[in-house]
């Protein structure tokens, strides 16, 4: 399967193909930050977007329209409207050139990389306009993740969703439905790129800070790091089936609204890949290929969801091999302004 239709093949890829062809076209449809109303004119703006547009478009143009993507990332939930529009046979043969046109942008070349040690920050983010920068980020350096913590956290709920399955089969009930090591003490940096002090900035699911303010720390990684690299559903797969947490009963609910199925669900036990990788990374392209579908596994009878994972994103299963070093810069934006420097 060539790159372009394994990113059509997951929602996440698909919508954000379709942001981009909006990004590239001159319909009014699609202008001054508006979107097509309805499927129809969906399908009409992005079967005429000229696909060589695509490399005219500026980094910051595409990743903000890759924030598209990651904005309306709900894994609790079915797919809503705008995502079935895209799955859509025609719509997705209409994203097809414009996926195809990605990789002539100098800029995306990154998108298949490995973690970058070189340039990885911690962005320490601001949840309301009032609120005082805590000074207790990243304290404590030198704790560990405390992982074994978190798989008792999720056997113990694991445990209570069972008990309220017995009671009552039928019961649909919502809880946590994210497949990233949290909560424990693990870290997440992402790398910086030109103009935008680190991509999670622009790339975050499930934000509920401001998005207006942040501050944003280099970091040094530790040369002796082993690090896992996700890169696509294969590699997704190959770790869940290589450190097995079934959870059938705590994401039956969530990942059957998400996906439509009822599977014999599991997590990556991430306390025991902390015993051989110090992190796991998701590229850009890892992301756009693989969350939010329903992946079997094959040592196993079942499958897995990746949920709650940022493009680009390294969690530290091992948060003493990277430091904040240096002072912080400090982030902001102003509605649908590019995130800057702040004076």
Not at 93 to 122: F, K, M, N, Y
Not at 145 to 157: G, Q, T
Not at 232 to 237: E, K, L, V
Not at 295 to 315: C, E, I, M
Request: hydrophobic share 40%; with cysteine; glycine share 4%.
């Amino acid at each position: 399967m060539d790159t372009a239709r394994h990113v059509l093949t997951s929602p996440r890829g698909r919508r954000f193909a379709a942001h981009l062809g909006y990004a590239c076209s001159t319909d009014e449809r699609a202008s001054n930050y508006l979107e097509p109303l309805t499927q129809a004119d969906a399908l009409d703006v992005l079967a005429a977007v000229d696909a060589e547009t695509v490399a005219q478009l500026s980094e910051l143009d595409v990743l903000e329209a890759f924030s598209r993507a990651t904005d309306f990332a709900r894994y609790w939930q079915p797919p809503d409207e705008e995502d079935l529009w895209f799955a859509d046979p025609a719509t997705v043969t209409a994203l097809h050139p414009i996926v195809e046109a990605v990789p002539t942008c100098g800029h995306a070349r990154w998108w298949s990389t490995p973690t970058d040690p070189t340039c990885q920050r911690a962005v320490q983010k601001r949840y309301t306009s009032t609120e005082e920068w805590s000074e207790t980020f990243w304290s404590n350096q030198d704790q560990d993740a405390d992982l074994p913590a978190w798989r008792r956290h999720v056997l113990d709920d694991e445990d209570r969703f069972r008990r309220f399955l017995d009671a009552d089969p039928e019961r649909q009930i919502s809880g946590e439905w994210w497949s990233t090591p949290v909560p424990s003490r693990v870290r997440v940096t992402s790398r910086a790129r030109q103009n935008l002090g680190a991509v999670e900035l622009l790339l975050a699911e499930d934000d509920d800070s401001d998005g207006r303010h942040a501050r944003v720390w280099p970091v040094h990684v530790d040369d002796s790091a082993r690090v896992y690299e996700i890169t696509g559903p294969d590699t997704w797969t190959h770790l869940v089936d290589t450190y097995p947490l079934a959870v059938a009963a705590s994401r039956r609910s969530d990942w059957y609204e998400a996906t439509g199925e009822h599977l014999r669900w599991y997590l990556p036990d991430w306390a025991a890949v902390s015993i051989d990788y110090d992190a796991v990374h998701l590229t850009v392209l890892g992301y756009l290929t693989t969350p939010g579908l329903a992946l079997p596994l094959s040592a196993h009878t079942g499958a897995s969801v990746p949920a709650g994972w940022d493009p680009d994103a390294t969690f530290w299963l091992d948060p003493r091999l990277v430091r904040t070093c240096g002072a912080p810069v400090e982030w902001q934006r102003a509605g649908d302004t590019p995130w800057v420097p702040a004076p």
